[in-house]
């Protein structure tokens, strides 16, 4: 069964919507400095979404307002308004901070008093991302918060896919959302894989990841809703491989055969070589660990002439966004047939065995790969086509 | 949708560690809660129910949401004697409404007593949604796909759809399906701040009250489930109808009320059961929680697999509910599990012998 790609939303520091970001991705700008969405001590630099104003909801997580705003352009963009009615509709949805209840001032204050203002606690009830786009679009059909750590936007999305294919949903919202959060700002701190610097994915120099916020969704339909909408086909999402390194809690397999058994799995489903895929939107969160393992799987997957990239140079980690943003990145790219520089980089790192495009690439076919990896151990491949002519408008 | 088999199943709550304790409690009833430091009810599960050496020696430094998360996974694996090396493509979703908030709250006292940048790495790790599932993969060597999700009312629900699409799909062998949720004295405030807590500790599920009252619970039970039928042991989950529907099955022995009293009325109850029909409730035994249909559905598991009605000392008689232990008169073919969420949505699995 073939699942289709009829709309887009995206939101981050690389901008809002398609037409800043490829500009972004054009001149290679990256818009990032100083967090200024609380007050905080630590000083690694972030990628937030300035200028942001489209809040649904007054009194609700900054991450909501992210994604609505990415489920709205995407329905927009599909040719459909807010509500959905009459088709059977499935929201998978990930993030991270957005289903954790860690709010700073609410706990200080039940911690010094034994009692504290519930309004924190309100907001994070309210703040169920599928649970708020189902009632957002009116309409019925399974709905999933995924909670997969950084890998939670590409799982959402392989999720939606296999609703579809098992007949659950006619027509899919998914990807993810996050929002710039003291917690992870500390955690990731803790771990000591934050850069001072401006991240350097796959470069030799790489010291670590900085963060970033955002949302990507993608509108995600078979070919009976496709049909009775007449919809316009932007790419289609092949294939799909999750799977569990089994080793680590926080790092990665040193062997990336987890990796490697995902990216081999979405390959299969798509029914394509290794040697078909046109580029690949890389993790490469600029730590040590994961890109000298990333790098690694990907060279014995793919050799070495297959381009790729890592898109966290013009977006920082967005974590549960991560996955659903590159997917977008990705179906950007295939639509225009090149792929940016992969920001931060300029010398390779001799033990990768590889090396990121270091400027605008231009490539040939139409299949790509985003790759996700996240805490726990977890890894998700995505393989997106870009749709024939002939299949384009149906 | 074709039925998951039901080839194990793990189980650790407040009565302690394993299907004996959990069917023993079912018959017995309600017990008095304890009481925290603070003085709030809940059903906890004690520090003993929670070490096992040998099952967690791959989990050593695990948060207490993981340990119990972890020993119910390993219990379902072991209760289905699947060999581990069949246990490759074994997929596992974890399904949480609130997650690991005791080590949520444990990481920011660190930001509060050391400042951000004197946080530990190791608090922090374990205060991710799937750290737990990423252990019960490390401890039992699951390399399939692994998934946490959470949705307030249906995650559990949720959780068998994704299943039954994995196995339709071929993208694994088994899933390991589970809930997990823990108590910690800043959720057990929120809950009183939030619900209303049965000052007597007895709740009360089949009263379907406007305002029911609770005592929150906390423990995790999971289930290996597969689309063959022939290793079933507890029966399979037949169909899960999630909306606004009334599926009205008609084969059913029993329904098993989840009125966790954590989701505002549960009157509509009365509107989606019949009279006459057997109706029970279990959330007395384990305690409230938002994804207690998982317990639910435990219960009802096993009074197909023994064939018996537990009455578990419901304490209202609405006319629905047996009130004592029984043996089944007529075998029991099927058993539903009922929730409803805050906004009206009705859930409803179908478990079959």
């Known amino acids: ?394 | 949708m074709k039925p998951l088999a039901i080839e194990g199943m793990g189980i650790v709550c407040t009565r302690g560690r394993g299907l004996d304790k959990f069917v023993q409690a079912l018959k017995e009833g309600w017990i008095e809660p304890s009481l925290s430091e603070e003085g709030r009810m809940a059903y906890r599960i004690s520090q003993a129910d929670l070490s096992d050496r040998e099952v967690l020696k791959r989990a050593r430094r695990a948060d207490r949401f993981s340990r119990l998360t972890v020993l119910a996974a390993h219990d379902a694996m072991r209760d289905s004697a699947l060999k581990p090396e069949d246990a490759q493509k074994t997929g596992v979703i974890v399904a949480t409404a609130f997650g690991a908030h005791g080590t949520i709250f444990k990481f920011l006292d660190d930001i509060i007593d050391y400042g951000e940048k004197n946080v530990s790495p190791t608090t922090f790790a374990h205060s991710i949604h799937n750290a737990a599932a990423s252990y019960i993969a490390g401890v039992l060597e699951c390399k399939g796909p692994t998934m946490t999700i959470t949705q307030f009312h249906f995650s559990f629900q949720q959780a068998l759809v994704l299943a039954y699409a994995w196995l339709h799909e071929g993208r694994a062998d088994r899933v390991l399906v589970g809930v997990a949720e823990e108590c910690s004295p800043a959720m057990e405030y929120i809950c009183e701040e939030k619900l209303s807590i049965a000052a007597d500790g007895k709740m009360d599920p089949l009263s379907f009250s406007e305002k029911p009252k609770l005592v929150p619970g906390e423990g995790s039970v999971f289930y290996l489930l597969s689309l063959n039928q022939e290793r079933k042991k507890y029966g399979a989950f037949a169909d899960v109808v999630i909306g606004r529907r009334n599926p009205e099955w008609n084969d059913l022995g029993l329904s098993v009320v989840g009125a966790h009293g954590m989701a505002g009325s549960e009157r509509g109850y009365a509107n989606v059961l019949k009279k006459g029909k057997a109706v029970s409730a279990y959330s007395m035994i384990y305690g409230g929680m938002l994804t207690g249909g998982g317990f639910d559905c435990a219960a009802a598991a096993l009074a197909l697999k023994n064939q018996e009605l537990y009455g578990a000392g419901v304490l209202s008689d609405t006319g629905f509910c047996k009130t004592e232990n029984l043996k089944a008169g007529k075998e029991i073919n099927a058993v539903q599990c009922v929730s409803h969420g805050c906004d009206g949505e009705l859930a409803f699995i179908k478990i079959i012998k």
């Open chain 1, 1 to 394: 069964m073939k699942i289709y790609v009829t709309g887009l939303g995206l939101v981050s520091a690389a901008g809002k919507g398609e037409e800043e970001t490829l500009e972004t991705f054009r001149t290679g700008s990256r818009h990032a400095g100083p967090v200024t969405l609380f007050s905080s001590e630590i000083s690694s630099p972030v990628f937030e979404v300035k200028n942001f104003d489209r809040h649904y909801y007054s009194k609700r997580l900054r991450t909501v307002n992210l994604c609505l705003a990415a489920v709205e352009d995407a329905l927009k963009d599909g040719g459909l308004g807010r509500e959905i009615k009459g088709l059977r509709v499935g929201v998978a949805l990930g993030t991270t901070v957005g289903s954790i209840l860690n709010d700073l001032d609410f706990y200080r204050e039940y911690r010094a008093a034994g009692k504290a203002s519930m309004a924190a606690v309100d907001r994070y009830l309210q703040g169920n991302l599928a649970s708020i786009v189902h009632s957002f679009i009116k309409t019925e059909g399974p709905a999933i918060t995924v909670v997969n750590a950084c890998a939670s936007g590409a799982d959402a999305v392989g999720i939606a896919m296999s609703w579809i294919k098992s007949g659950l949903c006619d027509l899919a919202i998914a990807g993810g959302a996050d929002e710039m959060n003291r917690v992870p700002l500390c955690g990731f701190g803790s771990l000591g894989i934050l850069s001072e610097n401006l991240c350097q994915p796959f470069d030799a120099a790489r010291n670590g990841l900085n963060l970033g916020e955002g949302a990507g969704v993608l509108l995600l339909e078979n070919e009976k809703s496709l049909r009775s909408r007449g919809a316009r086909v932007r790419a289609l999402i092949r294939g799909y491989g999750t799977s569990n390194d089994a080793h680590h809690l926080t790092s990665p397999d040193p062997e990336g055969n987890g990796l490697a058994r995902a990216i081999t799995e979405a390959l299969q489903e798509a029914e394509i070589e290794a040697s078909e895929v046109s580029f690949i939107n890389a993790h490469g969160t600029a730590t040590r660990d994961n890109d000298l393992v990333e790098g690694r799987v990907l060279h014995r997957l793919f050799g070495t002439k297959v381009p790729f990239l890592s898109t966290k140079g013009y977006t920082g980690h967005t974590l549960g966004a991560a996955g659903g943003l590159e997917a977008a990145f990705s179906i950007l790219a295939l639509e225009e047939g090149w792929i940016p520089g992969s920001a931060g980089f300029t010398d390779g790192d001799p033990e990768i065995l590889l090396a990121p495009a270091a400027e605008r690439t231009f490539f040939e076919g139409g299949f790509a790969l985003s790759t996700s990896l996240g805490f726990g151990g977890c890894n998700a491949a995505l393989v997106i086509e870009r749709p024939h002519e002939e299949s384009s408008v149906l």
